[in-house]
């Protein structure tokens, strides 16, 4: 059975950024409703079960370029008491409809700290080496939720 539209895909993968292995492992997720980063999911339509391949996904198909708007300065009371902020942290905020705004801190300067609201990896080129692991039709549960179970 081929990738494709509500199919439901398992893939062992590993992540490499310039060199350098960030992330491996197998999931499954539900093709065609924008569970993986567009350029990975465009790479995988149409392969099928038991195929290994090699995919780079430029910066504009995975997370986006860097936005320097994305880079603010806020001041140290913004954080909780007792939290430890040090450049590298990752901390949580709220957008104005109370969704979660993942941020990391870049430099802490006195009472001022630089956050940056950017995906770790935007602006980077992902490499992947990927195997299909299996590929099954989706149950109408699946397909109504939106990703796999």
């Known amino acids: 059975m081929k990738v494709g539209q509500d199919k ?27 569970n993986l980063i567009p350029g990975l999911e465009e790479a995988l339509e149409g392969r099928e079960e038991g195929e290994a391949f090699q995919a780079h996904v430029p910066a504009e198909k995975a997370y986006g370029p860097h936005d320097p708007e994305g880079v603010q300065v806020v001041p140290l009371s913004a954080f909780p008491e007792d939290a430890e902020v040090v450049p590298g942290a990752q901390f949580y905020a709220q957008d ?3 969704n979660p705004m993942p ?11 630089t956050v940056d609201f950017n995906h770790p990896l935007a602006g980077k080129d992902l ?8 590929v099954r039709e989706a149950t109408p549960e699946e ?3 939106g990703h796999a179970h």
């Open 103 to 113: 941020l990391t801190v870049v430099a802490v300067e006195g009472e001022e700290v």
């Open 143 to 145: 397909l109504l939720h």
């Open 8 to 34: 439901v895909v398992t893939i062992r993968y590993t992540l490499q950024v310039e060199g350098e292995v960030l992330d491996q492992g197998e999931l499954s997720y539900l093709h065609g409703h924008r």
């Open 127 to 134: 490499d992947f080496q990927v195997e299909v692991v299996k």
């Open 96 to 98: 104005m409809e109370g």
